[in-house]
């Protein structure tokens, strides 16, 4: 009679418990989502060999080797510095003025014994048979890299956005179809301006 | 004044436990929503290096995942130490690897089917002879999206062996 006044409490000592339970199965049972990474894609396989010969100028080796060491254009190199050695390559506009593939958009040192404009210059990954995948990936990833840091400074100057910003906002499931039809006219200029020519072969 | 009984409490006040299950409860949602649940038990050792550079894979139901590895402890006697394929739970050998991933193909509905992305989760020491050969197969049964898949972060740490 004297609790009356008072609302009989409901023990909330097992609810923890209960809790706990849930949060053990989850930890158990599924894992943090892994799912993002870098996109190729493969070239097709009835590909006719090139069919122009590529001058020794428009191509950039980069080599890994079974100790993971890298070799580009013939000089060992750093992982560090693979970005700005691949930036300078595509960046470098070797096309006189007065040349059809004047590339005006570079800003490079237009070294003539470089590529001659970003749509020429090619990047060729060749790795070994015992070559890591992990340095594997951080090669790829440093060359991705080179080709967004150069395609988010065009994207910045033409239309004051990052290029990896609209790529994101492209792929999102939410954002409206309109604009979805204006970003793919973009993000196809900025993919000309600097073509993704990255062959990945390994060494017989 | 004495009126009034001076109850002398020599206990000291518990601590409400009323709001533990409440703490225990936030852990729990976020867990629910930060993870995915895992359908498929690891044969190979998995880890995955890392990459700023990364695109996210939107659709789940475009995705074919391939595992690849070094078998894990338990099975470390009887399959050896090279790196092996893993789709679904089973081992699969380079000269069937095409052959299935027609068959999980074949399973998606017609729609989707241009769509498919490939995503190759291989572990960061795994070599890259057996990557070669599987991009090889992709190749030829004209299975062209890849995506190599990497936790987001810096891509050194992949290099500190």
Same mark, same amino acid.
């Given at each position: 009679?004297?609790?009356?006044?008072?609302?009989?409490?409901?023990?909330?000592?097992?609810?923890?418990?209960?809790?706990?339970?849930?949060?053990?199965?989850?930890?158990?049972?599924?894992?943090?989502?892994?799912?993002?990474?870098?996109?190729?894609?493969?070239?097709?396989?009835?590909?006719?060999?090139?069919?122009?010969?590529?001058?020794?100028?428009?191509?950039?080796?980069?080599?890994?080797?079974?100790?993971?060491?890298?070799?580009?254009?013939?000089?060992?190199?750093?992982?560090?510095?693979?970005?700005?050695?691949?930036?300078? /390559?595509?960046?470098?506009?070797?096309?006189?003025?007065?040349?059809?593939?004047?590339?005006?958009?570079?800003?490079?040192?237009?070294?003539?014994?470089?590529?001659?404009?970003?749509?020429?210059?090619?990047?060729?990954?060749?790795?070994?048979?015992?070559?890591?995948?992990?340095?594997?990936?951080?090669?790829?990833?440093?060359?991705?890299?080179?080709?967004?840091?150069?395609?988010?400074?065009?994207?910045?100057?033409?239309?004051?956005?990052? /290029?990896?910003?609209?790529?994101?906002?492209?792929?999102?499931?939410?954002?409206?179809?309109?604009?979805?039809?204006?970003?793919?006219?973009?993000?196809?200029?900025?993919?000309?301006?600097?073509?993704?020519?990255?062959?990945?072969?390994?060494?017989? | 004044?004495?009126?009034?009984?001076?109850?002398?409490?020599?206990?000291?006040?518990?601590?409400?436990?009323?709001?533990?299950?409440?703490?225990?409860?936030?852990?729990?949602?976020?867990?629910?929503?930060?993870?995915?649940?895992?359908?498929?038990?690891?044969?190979?050792?998995?880890?995955?290096?890392?990459?700023?550079?990364?695109?996210?894979?939107?659709?789940?139901?475009?995705?074919?995942?391939?595992?690849?590895?070094?078998?894990?402890?338990?099975?470390?006697?009887?399959?050896?130490?090279?790196?092996?394929?893993?789709?679904?739970?089973?081992?699969?050998?380079?000269?069937?690897?095409?052959?299935?991933?027609?068959?999980?193909?074949?399973?998606?509905?017609?729609?989707?089917?241009?769509?498919?992305?490939?995503?190759?989760?291989?572990?960061?020491?795994?070599?890259?002879?057996?990557?070669?050969?599987?991009?090889?197969?992709?190749?030829?049964?004209?299975?062209?999206?890849?995506?190599?898949?990497?936790?987001?972060?810096?891509?050194?740490?992949?290099?500190?062996?």
């Amino acid at each position: 009679m004297a609790s009356r006044d008072e609302a009989p409490k409901v023990n909330a000592g097992s609810m923890a418990d209960i809790a706990f339970l849930l949060l053990i199965f989850f930890l158990v049972t599924t894992s943090i989502e892994t799912d993002a990474g870098l996109d190729r894609k493969l070239p097709r396989v009835d590909n006719i060999k090139i069919t122009q010969p590529i001058s020794k100028r428009n191509l950039l080796p980069v080599l890994i080797n079974g100790n993971d060491e890298l070799l580009v254009d013939n000089e060992a190199v750093d992982l560090r510095d693979l970005r700005t050695i691949t930036i300078a /390559f595509l960046d470098n506009g070797g096309a006189t003025q007065a040349d059809s593939n004047y590339c005006d958009y570079c800003q490079g040192r237009h070294d003539s014994k470089s590529s001659d404009n970003p749509e020429k210059a090619i990047v060729s990954l060749m790795s070994d048979r015992e070559t890591s995948y992990g340095t594997y990936i951080s090669v790829q990833n440093e060359l991705v890299a080179a080709y967004n840091t150069l395609r988010n400074r065009e994207s910045q100057r033409l239309y004051k956005i990052d /290029f990896t910003a609209m790529e994101a906002l492209y792929s999102n499931a939410e954002t409206s179809e309109s604009l979805k039809i204006e970003l793919k006219t973009k993000i196809r200029n900025i993919q000309e301006l600097y073509p993704l020519k990255l062959l990945e072969t390994e060494r017989q | 004044m004495s009126k009034f009984k001076f109850k002398k409490n020599a206990n000291t006040p518990e601590i409400s436990t009323a709001s533990l299950p409440d703490i225990v409860f936030m852990l729990l949602f976020f867990f629910m929503t930060v993870t995915v649940m895992n359908t498929d038990t690891l044969i190979v050792a998995n880890e995955l290096p890392n990459a700023s550079e990364i695109s996210k894979l939107e659709m789940k139901d475009r995705i074919i995942t391939v595992y690849i590895g070094k078998p894990k402890e338990p099975f470390h006697e009887t399959l050896g130490d090279e790196p092996r394929i893993q789709i679904n739970n089973k081992l699969v050998s380079i000269e069937n690897f095409g052959a299935v991933i027609l068959e999980k193909i074949a399973e998606k509905p017609e729609h989707l089917r241009p769509y498919i992305t490939v995503s190759l989760k291989v572990d960061k020491t795994a070599s890259m002879g057996l990557i070669s050969d599987v991009k090889e197969e992709l190749r030829k049964i004209n299975a062209l999206k890849i995506n190599y898949t990497t936790f987001k972060d810096d891509a050194f740490q992949n290099i500190l062996k």
